[in-house]
């Protein structure tokens, strides 16, 4: 069965501190991977996909970057954090060779920037 | 673009209830919905999907129907419990691996 993890659980950050988060799958082979952020109390909105090892493509600009560098690995980073930055962050997998396919989503990584 | 509409914000019933949860969306093409459940503190879980008209997904004793002349997939259930409480979103996959999401509605139901 495939498991996604995510780490940390949760970070306190400082303004203009870096950010780096992880994701992993186990369980299934080249799947497609996602970064989703969720501020509190509101929706899902999602920031990169990505169907292969090193490519990455943005959905909207929040001044972070996304990276994978292993087929089952996919990395959030930022230089520098915001504010705005603080939030939930998700990272889902669905199965490759659809953009309609389900996305299932890991337990996710509480983000608070102070 | 896309969108999806979810017109009730939160929602208030007593266990044995019928609950229905309203979702619009719009779309070009022929897009795939899906509701998901998400409990505090936890990501959100896939419940079901439907992709193409007259389609009805279901599990966990929800249900919603694919209609594409009402642009719906309104969420429902004949008797809620207790452990229905969450906050559910509606959500809409069309083409370019984007899935947007509805704004959520909580769900709070007393025992």
């Known amino acids: 069965a495939q498991t996604i993890h995510q780490w940390p659980v949760a970070e306190i950050k400082a303004v203009g501190s870096p950010l780096s988060l992880g994701c992993t799958i186990k369980g299934k082979s080249s799947p497609n991977l996602y970064w989703y952020w969720q501020a509190t109390g509101g929706t899902l909105q999602q920031l990169f996909y990505s169907i292969t090892v090193g490519q990455v493509e943005s959905v909207v600009q929040l001044n972070l970057s996304a990276s994978r560098p292993k087929d089952d690995q996919f990395i959030l980073s930022t230089e520098k954090l915001l504010l705005s930055h603080s939030g939930f962050y998700l990272c889902?997998?669905?199965?490759?060779?659809?953009?309609?396919?389900?996305?299932?989503f890991g337990p996710g990584t509480r983000l608070l920037v102070l | 673009g896309d969108s999806v509409t979810q017109t009730e914000g939160q929602v208030a019933l007593s266990e044995e209830d019928f609950l229905t949860i309203h979702c619009n969306y719009s779309?070009?093409?022929?897009?795939?919905l899906f509701w998901y459940v998400q409990y505090p503190g936890e990501g959100p879980q896939f419940l079901f999907r439907?992709?193409?008209?007259?389609e009805k997904g279901s599990s966990r004793g929800f249900e919603a129907t694919y209609d594409k002349g009402t642009t719906s997939f309104h969420l429902r259930k004949a008797s809620v419990q207790e452990s229905d409480s969450a906050v559910y979103y509606c959500a809409l996959g069309n083409m370019g691996y984007k899935l947007t999401f509805g704004t959520g509605t909580s769900l709070l139901v007393d025992p």
């Open positions: 889902a997998w669905s199965l490759a060779g659809s953009n309609q396919d389900t996305q299932y």
């Open positions: 779309a070009s093409g022929y897009p795939a």
């Open positions: 439907a992709s193409r008209d007259k």
